[in-house]
Each structure stands twice: as C-alpha cells, then as structure tokens.
C-alpha cells in the first residue's frame, strides 16, 4: 500500500506503507546484509551505534512549552531553526532514496489517549522493528487512518550538521512537542525511534491526568479466580522488567512502557524489546520461543554455516535485542489493558550489593525509590557503559521524562493511595559483596521473591530493619531452601567492609535527593536513608 508524502517533502522515492514482514525481510537481506536465522527471526546491524545516544537527545525549546519541559542534561534545548535545518536534512536524504518505508500505528491501547503514529525511514529493518514495537491497525483503521499525531523521521545513515548542534555533535535525536516530529541523524540503533514515542507519551499523558510508566505489567487470576491481580515492574533497562513480567502463569499486558488512568493500566506499545544476551530457553523460555519469524534481532553474533545464534557472544555488543510483537509471548493479553495493580515492584540491580533482595515499603519509602530511581547501568543499553555503573534514574524513567519528576510522583502517590497497592523493592544485583567480588542474585530464587509477592505470601512475612536505609527487608521467602542471601549485611564475609559500602551508598542517596527534595517534601525526605 503505497501513500503520498508530498506534504512532508518526499515526492521521489518509491513509497511503501505497512508493507508485510515478508516483503521487509527480503528488502532488507537484499539490500541491507540482513540474515535470517534458524528460528526464522531477522538479524540485522545498527552500526556503530549500537545503544541510545542520550547526550545527542535534544528538545526545541518553544514558548508553548518550554515552562512546563524539566530543562537540563536530559531534555537539552535546541533552537527551532536548528530543529527545522535537521528536520530538512533529514528529508532530502529520505527522498534521495529509491525507496523510502512508511510504518503507520498506534501508541497506546487505551482508545481515549492513543496517538496516531507516522514511522517514515529508509531502512527495511528499522519498518520492521517499529511494525513490531507499534499497534498494528487493522485494515479498516489503516485505511482511515488519515494524518498521524506524529512523525519520525529516521535519517540514521545520514550524518546532523554539526554546526546546528549544541554538542557539535554529528548524531541527533530531536524532538519538536509543537510539530508532533522527531528527527534522527547519525544513529541507525533503532531503539531510539521505541523510547522516541515513550517521551512524547510522557508529555502527552500527564497532561490528561495520566501517569506514564517505565514498567512491565502483568495479570493473574486472584485466589477466588474473580477480578485480577495486576503487577507492576519499575526499573531501568537491564534490572529483569521484561524477563520477570513474562510469566507463563499469568498474563503478559506488556513489557516496558505502560500507562495508568482511571480505568486502571494499559500498555503504550505494541510489541516487547527484550535484551537477548545469554538468552536461554531453560532461564527465559517465553522470550525464547517469542524469537522467530517476524521477530528482529539486533547486533547478535550469527554462525554463518549453521544460522544459529551465539546468545552468550557480546562480541558486537552486550546490548543484544530482540523486538517481536507482543502476541509472540503464548499468555499476552490483547488487548493489552487490565484493572489497577495490587502490587508495584520497584526493581534495582544493586552493583553495591548491599539492599536487601527484598523489602516491604512505607507509601513514604515508595515515593522516595521512585523518585530516586536507583540502579546500576547495565553494559550496552548506552554509548560508553561497558560494566554496572550506579546511577540515579528519577521515577526510573529520567532519560525520558519530559515534565519534573514531582508530576509523576504526584500522580503515583495519588493512585497508591486511591487503590490500596502494594509496594516493593526487590533487588536483581548482587549479593555477598559488591560487583566484581560478590555474586548475582540467582534468577530463580528472584523468581520465587516475585510468586510470593504476587500469592500474598510476603504481606505479613517476618522483616529486618535495615540500620542504613531503614528498609524492612524481608527475612523469609517460602520456596527458598537457603534464606541467608536474604539479610545482606550477613550475606557479607566481612561486615565492616558492609558497613562502609551501605554508608557510602546512603550518602550517594542523600546527595541525589538534595535536589529533589523541595518537592518531595518532608516526610519523604525522612523515609530515605539516615
């Protein structure tokens, strides 16, 4: 299905619209070194960007907007002629294209705020990607579609005009809230079209009362099998969202970006973005069996005799992925909307290794971890991040919120207490020291944490409390044969060298909530560490 695109400057290239996974894979093994593999999936290259390149994210800074943006190091200013000269550059190399692929969905299963999405780019693969990561309209939709809410433009092959960067930068994502456009020069990592839309949503939700959500959600039946039981998953890429939330006991609602409004959760996107490093169908049989065909793989080291996939190779990168809709996974919800949670479950990857594998929080302790958003960068999921690196992630969304973290945490404050939910911080680090000298909490004994939060099995379990963080960290998890990982100070060799690292980290928490704390207010501020 072919679409005119004269109104966005494009008038030479051969356009084609929503084209089928069989068309894309051929264009893209012909014409861009693609490969299909054993299982069917595609494999493909993002070159030399192979993560988000967030210090090349810029904003435009307009009149309309520019009082309600959270200016700094994540939404960086950039001047509209700048925006338009790249928007322009961006075009022309679009148009010089024999072809040009457009990709129409939606953002967003709730019919109220959804947003009609226009992927126009020049790469088979990243059609494909972005025909997995969106709604896909049925027929009639797509036929009635008309003009998009937003645009993409994806010029990744091309290089941006230093000159019109504020980094002198020859990469650039830029984002125009008022035009409703993004612009994307000198990356081909298609990730940055998914987390693109994530920002626009999170503009755009909280301007109607909704809260946008980094976290996976899923949904069992309840003990009397009436109802649901939603479940929550905050954390930062890398901390278990997409592998803890595909649960084949209960139903997926999705993976990575969510939004909860009146009528309960609902998910913004239309497939799931797994990293696949050390993928295996023992530890991770859903995402396993999700990988085949219509399923892209990025950057994964392929045998070229056999087609089959080294998952354990990072040799390209460590930030391996595989994106495929979200009806791959055998127990997916579609649509993908549910009620409101009973349980969100703050998840951190604790290169410190000193929080507890889980604790039971205080509505004041919950806002704290939300807006403190601690992890550890994984390695890969951006430029430069080769090993953990601790790190603080406002709402555990910063590299993508638009408006102050206070909205957000405003509004989840406001639906904790409306609906009476649980919350959780369970720590998928390490345990018995820090990276480098401790171990990695055990995938199962973390999945066995998750099952009994989800049973109730945890609401009146025996606690401990933390001496630095004040946490009541759970001391009995029934399922666990060994329980002493559970108590981290104990789980330690060397208790004083605990000490030191549970205090360092406190001091790093206080640091980061400095900023944050005029609009925390106090009794936030005293839920956090001593």
Same mark, same amino acid.
């Not at 008309?146 to 010029?155: C, E, H, K, L, S």
């Given at each position: 299905?072919?679409?005119?695109?004269?109104?966005?400057?494009?008038?030479?290239?051969?356009?084609?619209?929503?084209?089928?996974?069989?068309?894309?894979?051929?264009?893209?093994?012909?014409?861009?070194?693609?490969?299909?593999?054993?299982?069917?999936?595609?494999?493909?290259?993002?070159?030399?960007?192979?993560?988000?390149?967030?210090?090349?994210?810029?904003?435009?800074?307009?009149?309309?907007?520019?009082?309600?943006?959270?200016?700094?190091?994540?939404?960086?200013?950039?001047?509209?002629?700048?925006?338009?000269?790249?928007?322009?550059?961006?075009? &022309?190399?679009?148009?010089?294209? =024999?072809? $040009?692929?457009?990709?129409? %969905?939606? *953002?967003?299963? @709730? #019919? +109220?705020?959804?947003?009609?999405?226009?992927?126009?780019?020049?790469?088979?693969?990243?059609?494909?990607?972005?025909?997995?990561?969106?709604?896909?309209?049925?027929?009639?939709?797509? &036929?009635?579609?008309?003009?998009? =809410?937003? $645009?993409?433009?994806?010029? %990744?092959? *091309?290089?941006? @005009? #230093? +000159?019109?960067?504020?980094?002198?930068?020859?990469?650039?994502?830029?984002?125009?809230?008022?035009?409703?456009?993004?612009?994307?020069?000198?990356?081909?990592?298609?990730?940055?079209?998914?987390?693109?839309?994530?920002?626009?949503?999170?503009?755009?939700?909280? %301007?109607?009362?909704?809260?946008?959500?980094?976290?996976?959600?899923?949904?069992?039946?309840?003990?009397?099998?009436?109802?649901?039981?939603?479940?929550?998953?905050?954390?930062?890429?890398?901390?278990?969202?997409?592998?803890?939330?595909?649960?084949?006991?209960?139903?997926?609602?999705?993976?990575?970006?969510?939004?909860?409004?009146?009528?309960?959760?609902?998910?913004?996107?239309?497939?799931?973005?797994?990293?696949?490093?050390?993928?295996?169908?023992?530890?991770?049989?859903?995402?396993?069996?999700?990988?085949?065909?219509?399923?892209?793989?990025?950057?994964?080291?392929?045998?070229?005799?056999?087609?089959?996939?080294?998952?354990?190779?990072?040799?390209?990168?460590?930030?391996?992925?595989?994106?495929?809709?979200?009806?791959?996974?055998?127990?997916?919800?579609?649509?993908?909307?549910?009620?409101?949670?009973?349980?969100?479950?703050?998840?951190?990857?604790?290169?410190?290794?000193?929080?507890?594998?889980?604790?039971?929080?205080?509505?004041?302790?919950?806002?704290?971890?939300?807006?403190?958003?601690?992890?550890?960068?994984?390695?890969?999921?951006?430029?430069?991040?080769?090993?953990?690196?601790?790190?603080?992630?406002?709402?555990?969304?910063?590299?993508?919120?638009?408006?102050?973290?206070?909205?957000?945490?405003?509004?989840?404050?406001?639906?904790?207490?409306?609906?009476?939910?649980?919350?959780?911080?369970?720590?998928?680090?390490?345990?018995?020291?820090?990276?480098?000298?401790?171990?990695?909490?055990?995938?199962?004994?973390?999945?066995?944490?998750?099952?009994?939060?989800?049973?109730?099995?945890?609401?009146?379990?025996?606690?401990?409390?933390?001496?630095?963080?004040?946490?009541?960290?759970?001391?009995?998890?029934?399922?666990?044969?060994?329980?002493?990982?559970?108590?981290?100070?104990?789980?330690?060799?060397?208790?004083?060298?605990?000490?030191?690292?549970?205090?360092?980290?406190?001091?790093?928490?206080?640091?980061?909530?400095?900023?944050?704390?005029?609009?925390?207010?106090?009794?936030?501020?005293?839920?956090?560490?001593?």
């Amino acid at each position: 299905m072919s679409i005119d695109l004269s109104s966005l400057g494009i008038s030479h290239a051969t356009v084609v619209r929503n084209a089928p996974p069989a068309r894309l894979y051929e264009d893209a093994v012909r014409g861009e070194r693609a490969v299909i593999v054993s299982s069917g999936a595609l494999a493909v290259r993002s070159g030399a960007r192979t993560g988000r390149s967030p210090g090349d994210k810029h904003l435009v800074r307009h009149p309309r907007s520019e009082a309600e943006v959270w200016w700094g190091s994540v939404n960086q200013p950039i001047a509209e002629d700048d925006f338009l000269a790249n928007r322009q550059r961006a075009v &022309a190399f679009l148009d010089r294209g =024999d072809v $040009v692929y457009v990709e129409d %969905g939606f *953002a967003g299963w @709730d #019919p +109220a705020t959804r947003v009609k999405v226009r992927v126009v780019c020049s790469r088979a693969y990243h059609a494909l990607f972005m025909r997995t990561m969106l709604i896909r309209p049925t027929a009639a939709e797509l &036929a009635s579609f008309g003009q998009p =809410d937003f $645009v993409i433009y994806n010029a %990744g092959a *091309a290089e941006a @005009d #230093p +000159a019109r960067s504020p980094t002198g930068s020859r990469t650039a994502v830029d984002l125009s809230l008022e035009r409703g456009e993004l612009v994307i020069l000198g990356t081909e990592y298609a990730g940055e079209m998914k987390k693109g839309v994530f920002t626009l949503m999170h503009w755009r939700l909280p %301007g109607r009362g909704v809260l946008s959500m980094h976290c996976a959600a899923n949904e069992g039946l309840t003990e009397t099998g009436v109802g649901s039981d939603v479940a929550l998953f905050f954390g930062l890429s890398g901390t278990g969202k997409t592998t803890l939330s595909a649960d084949p006991r209960r139903r997926l609602i999705g993976d990575d970006e969510h939004g909860w409004g009146d009528a309960g959760v609902f998910n913004i996107e239309g497939g799931c973005y797994a990293k696949c490093i050390r993928l295996s169908p023992e530890r991770e049989p859903e995402i396993f069996r999700a990988i085949r065909f219509g399923t892209v793989l990025e950057n994964v080291v392929v045998d070229e005799s056999s087609r089959e996939i080294d998952y354990d190779s990072a040799a390209i990168t460590e930030n391996t992925r595989a994106a495929y809709p979200i009806e791959f996974i055998d127990n997916a919800k579609i649509p993908c909307v549910a009620g409101h949670p009973r349980n969100v479950i703050f998840l951190t990857c604790d290169a410190s290794g000193v929080l507890p594998p889980v604790s039971r929080l205080s509505r004041p302790q919950a806002m704290s971890h939300f807006l403190s958003g601690y992890t550890a960068r994984v390695a890969g999921t951006e430029v430069g991040v080769v090993e953990p690196d601790a790190a603080f992630s406002a709402c555990f969304s910063a590299a993508f919120l638009v408006r102050d973290p206070a909205v957000y945490a405003r509004l989840l404050a406001e639906r904790l207490a409306r609906h009476d939910a649980r919350a959780w911080l369970v720590n998928t680090g390490w345990t018995g020291g820090a990276y480098g000298t401790g171990r990695r909490i055990d995938l199962g004994a973390t999945r066995r944490i998750i099952d009994a939060i989800h049973a109730g099995r945890l609401d009146g379990a025996p606690t401990a409390r933390d001496p630095v963080f004040g946490l009541e960290g759970v001391t009995r998890v029934p399922g666990l044969e060994d329980d002493r990982f559970l108590d981290p100070r104990r789980a330690w060799n060397d208790t004083a060298t605990w000490d030191r690292s549970a205090r360092a980290l406190a001091g790093r928490f206080r640091d980061n909530f400095s900023r944050l704390a005029a609009a925390a207010g106090p009794e936030i501020v005293a839920a956090g560490p001593g």
